[in-house]
């Protein structure tokens, strides 16, 4: 995340984050053509480095450096631009970079692509630097998640999209305490924060779109559901916080943490919370 401070998945990025206090890396993985595991969030260059092209069709030694000015994913209208950042600054790393250089930080992956390939390149990576109980991986895509289970199970895992679902049903019906969870991290958007940029884009929300915020208001978050799961050792995380009131309904909430894009307001709030 820090994208609204810094040029994303950048290892500049990533020490302003750490520097501004953040406990935690959040972080996306592809495949080069040339089978390099690099640190890139979209399939396509285009939106961060101006080229139409995809990162699976460019050899490592061959990618752009990102554009001096890139939209800002998940805030709509916004762009981050910083012409002191050399073109050094806006490189695409590799994914053993940040682990050699943020040894001790733990780090949250989202393994952007359905290839086995990637899944057990970055599962050696995790093994060589010795990091298992410092990373977290997973995808939307629930096949990703069952091989990432499969290919190295000592690393934390989140819950896929389809796992979410069956949790929810499970917590509904009551059978939630007898059900058995390998994941250890659940990590979801803050409802809260989607419909507020969803109302960004557009004047009034369709009548279906209004029910699914309400289902997703009333139990992605539901207290009780997030209370059990913490009492089971499981992680809370919702993304993606940007403003004062997301970072207060996640503490309301009882969120382990929050995923942000800016890192330097969340650690303000936190300081005056503790104060």
Same mark, same amino acid.
């Given at each position: 995340m820090s994208s609204a401070e810094g040029y994303e998945n950048t290892l500049k990025n990533f020490r302003n984050a750490v520097e501004k206090g953040t406990n935690m890396l959040e972080l996306d993985v592809r495949r080069t053509r040339d089978g390099e595991v690099v640190v890139f969030h979209d399939a396509s260059l285009l939106?961060?480095?101006?080229s139409d092209l995809k990162i699976e069709d460019v050899d490592y030694a061959s990618l752009p450096r990102l554009s001096l000015t890139v939209p800002i994913d998940t805030i709509p209208g916004e762009? @981050?631009?910083?012409?002191?950042?050399?073109e050094e600054d806006r490189r695409i790393?590799?994914?053993r970079e940040v682990f050699q250089e943020f040894t001790n930080i733990p780090i949250n992956i989202d393994i952007?692509?359905?290839d086995i390939r990637l899944i057990k390149q970055v599962s050696a990576l995790i093994n060589e630097f010795e990091r298992a109980e410092l990373t977290v991986w997973g995808s939307f895509n629930n096949e990703v998640c069952k091989e990432c289970y499969r290919v190295n199970p000592d690393v934390r895992l989140f819950f896929s999209v389809k796992r979410v679902v069956i949790l929810l049903i499970c917590a509904i019906t009551g059978l939630l305490p007898f059900v058995p969870i390998k994941e250890t991290h659940y990590e979801i958007f803050?409802?809260?924060a989607l419909k507020k940029r969803r109302l960004m884009q557009v004047q009034q929300l369709p009548l279906s779109e209004k029910f699914l @915020?309400?289902?997703c208001e009333t139990f992605l978050v539901w207290k009780p559901l997030i209370s059990h799961l913490k009492k089971r050792g499981i992680h809370v995380y919702f993304w993606v916080c940007n403003d004062e009131n997301e970072f207060a309904q996640c503490n309301e909430l009882g969120a382990t943490g929050c995923m942000t894009d800016r890192p330097t307001l969340l650690r303000e709030f936190l300081n005056k919370s503790t104060e």
């Open positions: 939106r961060t480095a101006g762009k @981050f631009v910083d012409d002191t950042w050399s790393p590799l994914l952007k692509e359905n803050l409802p809260m @915020f309400w289902a």
